[in-house]
């Protein structure tokens, strides 16, 4: 049944009066959509975009991945050990060479090296075989009705009806659950905003077309604050004892600054300080790999909340560009996934906003941890110990 004119125009009227109301999540799912609708329409979507909105339906097996994101709750070796595979290694080389081209003219158009955008490419889709088959628009309808984290999925809604309206993307285009599309998995609003025709045949096909794919993705980094020229991440080795407490990605110091406090490559030779500021991060601690973090690696954080998918997306776009594996040294033994809610909990009863207890070393976990670790004179380095959790 499709949505008649008369009540699109009601419709209209009561978000323009009241525009929070197509912004809530939950309740009927029918008048919800109708809501959602209105938006849509008052944002200048015509007919086949709201007919796909009226088409929409909730998938269950999406809230179902939504609430069970286990990959992230392996550590950074394990987790970029995994991503990081001789496959995508031999297939990124390769596709560097083949485009090479196009991947020049992301450089020099937008700034952001080729390794930058393989990497995206090689995780995402396995350079576009794995696209994902969910219905999108069904995938983010649902997350978007659901009151979980409406505020992250609900923003995609009218820019996905906009190019489904518009003829960019057909009504059952599918792709990844929670709403990416293509082969590095943009999301609507980028596709929209950051799409770039590479190939110059007049549209921008995010799916099919490599060129598109290399073209928008380099727009759509730049876009989050890319720095041209400048590094992302650079392993280092650390020294058996150094202000811990200094450590961290957000605390950002000149190298001088570092290599005073016994910070050195990782053959051990002295760091050459490059006139930029970096953070240093210790995923697992410091008796694990080490790596100063410049302002682009936020860059990465801003493609995906995860630390560890983050850091090892910047590690595979090292070892594309020519860099050697990573030391992983020989980090504490952490906590396996039931000690870390314990310690979450934990913290929670002190005090601390750990987000949802899911058993995730999440940000929030992170700094909880750094502090607690302040506070009963303990290195002050984020990794969770099972000697942590029993001080407690």
């Keep these: 049944m499709r949505l008649r004119s008369k009540a699109l125009a009601a419709l209209f009227l009561c978000a323009t009066a009241l525009p929070a109301v197509a912004q809530e999540c939950g309740g009927d799912f029918e008048a919800w959509k109708q809501g959602v609708a209105a938006e849509a329409r008052a944002a200048g979507v015509g007919a086949a975009g709201l007919d796909a909105l009226e088409d929409a339906t909730i998938d ?21 050990n995994r991503m990081i595979s001789a496959y995508r290694l031999k297939q990124g080389a390769a596709n560097l060479k083949k485009y090479a081209d196009v991947f020049a003219r992301a450089d020099q158009q937008f700034g952001v090296q080729a390794p930058i955008i393989a990497a995206f490419w090689a995780l995402e889709t396995d350079f576009g075989a794995v696209q994902g088959d969910f219905h999108t628009l069904s995938a983010l309808v649902t997350l978007s009705h659901d009151c979980r984290r409406p505020q992250l999925f609900r923003p995609q809604l009218i820019p996905l009806l906009t190019l489904i309206d518009r ?58 604050g890319w720095k041209r020229d400048q590094p992302w991440i650079e392993e280092v080795r650390v020294p058996d004892d150094m202000p811990w407490d200094q450590t961290g990605r957000t605390n950002k110091l000149p190298l001088s600054q570092w290599a005073l406090w016994g910070v ?129």
């Design 167 to 224: 003829g960019v993307l057909p009504e059952n285009v599918t792709g990844a659950w929670a709403g990416e599309i293509g082969q590095t998995q943009i999301l609507p609003s980028d596709y929209l905003a950051r799409g770039v025709d590479g190939d110059g045949d007049g549209k921008v096909d995010l799916r099919n077309s490599v060129p598109d794919v290399i073209m928008t993705t380099a727009n759509k980094v730049l876009s989050r």
């Design 264 to 392: 050195t490559n990782p053959n051990g030779t002295p760091l050459v300080d490059n006139g930029l500021k970096a953070g240093l991060a210790l995923p697992m601690g410091r008796k694990g790999p080490a790596f100063l973090t410049y302002d682009n690696f936020d860059v990465y954080l801003e493609w995906n909340q995860s630390f560890t998918y983050a850091l090892t997306a910047a590690n595979l776009a090292n070892r594309l560009a020519g860099a050697p594996q990573f030391d992983p040294r020989n980090p504490e033994t952490g906590l396996d996934n039931e000690q870390m809610k314990a310690l979450q909990t934990k913290l929670e009863a002190s005090g601390y906003d750990v987000g949802t207890v899911d058993g995730i070393l999440g940000t929030n976990t992170r700094e909880a941890i750094r502090k607690e670790q302040m506070r009963l004179g303990l290195p002050v380095d984020g990794w969770p110990t099972p000697d942590l959790l029993a001080r407690l």
């Design 60 to 80: 269950d097996k999406v809230l179902a991945r939504d609430r069970a994101q286990g990959v992230f709750t392996q550590t950074f070796i394990e987790f970029s």
